[in-house]
């Protein structure tokens, strides 16, 4: 990474954080507790994308979904069980 990319992250996430203080003016934070919001909040911000993801690899069958107790959505690769060798 280039210093000037460098410099621009820096500016994107400054930008972030003020803003996430402008919205919580009560808050204070640690900068593990910082790093675990910022994480957090886009997670949530991509959640939509991550389950069309998801669901678009259901539909080409590279992905099993399972529903599970209350409503659970559960994603794994369903790998074929190799015939018993009697």
């Given at each position: 990474m280039n210093q000037q990319t460098r410099q621009e992250e820096i500016k994107t996430l400054a930008r972030v954080i003020l803003e996430f203080y402008k919205k919580n003016p009560e808050a204070g934070e640690t900068v593990d507790g910082i790093i675990y919001w910022l994480a957090r909040s886009r997670y949530d911000d991509s959640r939509d994308l991550v389950q069309a993801a998801l669901d678009y690899?259901?539909?080409?069958?590279?992905?099993?979904?399972?529903?599970?107790?209350?409503?659970?959505?559960?994603?794994?690769?369903?790998?074929?069980?190799?015939?018993?060798?009697?």
């Open positions: 690899m259901v539909d080409r069958g590279e992905l099993v979904k399972k529903v599970l107790k209350e409503h659970t959505l559960y994603f794994y690769v369903e790998v074929p069980v190799p015939p018993s060798r009697s």
